[in-house]
């Protein structure tokens, strides 16, 4: 992929060269057993490997993520979409893009960080994500079989899991499960976690042991119930606002460390952004703002030219260019990146 631009602009805010720590700290599995370096929406669905075909020492020090490291220290950045990817707000901030001295070394023991997206099982059906939703029994097996024998060697050097980024952690059996064994056997392991909200309430963490948290990611699309219910099948909007106010209060109390609302836009929703912004900040959350993309679960991706209100060729593609230049988006607690903001603000 063709990067230049984008790494020109980021080497001019940084005033250094562009650095990506990922791929050196971080490793994430799918519920496929595939295995990336980063999410794969933003490598291209590059994989580096399969669980469930490799043992995890061919993954994490095998040919594959070896090239991607190469990029990164070439400078190429040649797997990643880093338009998708940066963001301004974050771009000086982000402890992703420091260099650490070390970073290149030939072999790795272990990631630092590890992604579990290992079972699809939700409870809602969001219509830019999924028309169904299919628990995959034979997979949430093997990967039961994978963790029994693997998951206590790789967690012994992990700092961060982040849970569960293929469906939702609190209806996974299998998700439950690990963070259990994580907050009760490893209590040094810090927690991320992205959800959808309706169950991220104080009886579902006291069940799990969770009693802090590193980040919390809800997913809502929206700001107003009105819009939420269009976007959100099967959702609970009485029951999300309800925890975002424990989660804020958790924010306050020094037990969540970093608070996010994320928001995938579309033509569905994007006039909402602005009140989206203004309602995270009023309860202590940053906001992840990024485009729909096509991921090929959902009869949504049909319409994707219709859709893609941030594509210059939409018919409101103006009035679109007009609410993202807002300046309330140049807000430090907001993250919305390249392909949102053409033009990034100086």
């Known amino acids: 992929m063709d990067n230049k631009e984008v790494i020109e602009q980021a080497e001019k805010i940084l005033g250094r060269r562009l650095y990506c ?18 999410c794969s929406a933003l490598v291209d669905k590059y994989t ?25 220290l070439d400078g190429s950045f040649k797997f990643c979409k880093l338009s998708s990817c940066l963001s301004l707000q974050t771009l000086k901030e982000d402890p992703r893009f420091r260099y650490k001295d070390g970073d290149d070394v030939k072999k790795l023991k272990s990631p630092n960080m590890l992604h579990l997206n290992i079972d699809d099982s939700c409870n809602v059906k969001c219509i830019m994500c999924r028309d169904r939703n299919e628990y995959k029994a034979e997979i949430v097996k093997r990967y039961e079989e994978f963790f029994r024998k693997e998951l206590d060697k790789i967690l012994k ?18 998700c439950r499960e690990i963070t259990k064994r994580i907050t009760s056997k490893y209590p040094h392991i810090k927690l991320d976690i992205i959800t959808n909200g309706i169950y991220a309430d104080r009886e579902n963490f006291e069940e799990l042991g969770i009693k802090r948290l590193n980040s919390i990611e809800v997913s809502m699309h929206a700001y107003s119930k009105e819009v939420y219910n269009k976007i ?21 109390e020094g037990k969540l460390e970093c608070f996010w609302l994320n928001f995938v836009v579309s033509a569905y929703n ?5 009140k989206f912004q203004e309602f995270a900040e009023s309860i202590g ?16 991706d049909k319409y ?43």
């Open 232 to 252: 959100v099948r099967n959702g609970n909007y009485e029951k999300v606002m309800n925890n975002l106010k424990f989660l804020s209060q958790m924010k306050r």
């Open 21 to 38: 720590r990922v791929p050196f700290e971080q490793l994430q599995f799918f519920s496929d057993g595939r295995a990336y370096a980063c």
């Open 48 to 72: 580096i490997g399969n669980i469930f075909e490799q043992n995890f020492e061919e993954i994490w020090n095998g040919e594959k993520i070896s090239k991607f490291r190469e990029s990164i």
């Open 304 to 346: 994707y030219e219709e859709n893609a209100i941030f594509e210059p060729t939409h018919r409101d593609y103006k009035e679109f260019k007009e609410i993202t230049s807002n300046p309330i988006f140049d807000s430090e607690n907001c993250s919305i990146n390249k392909v949102l903001r053409p033009e990034w603000q100086k």
């Open 270 to 274: 994007y006039k909402e952004m602005i």
């Open 157 to 174: 050097n992990t700092e961060i899991v982040y849970l569960n980024g293929a469906g939702e952690l609190f209806v996974s059996k299998i």
């Open 285 to 300: 959350a940053k906001t992840n703002f990024w485009e729909y993309r096509r991921w090929g679960h959902t009869n949504f």
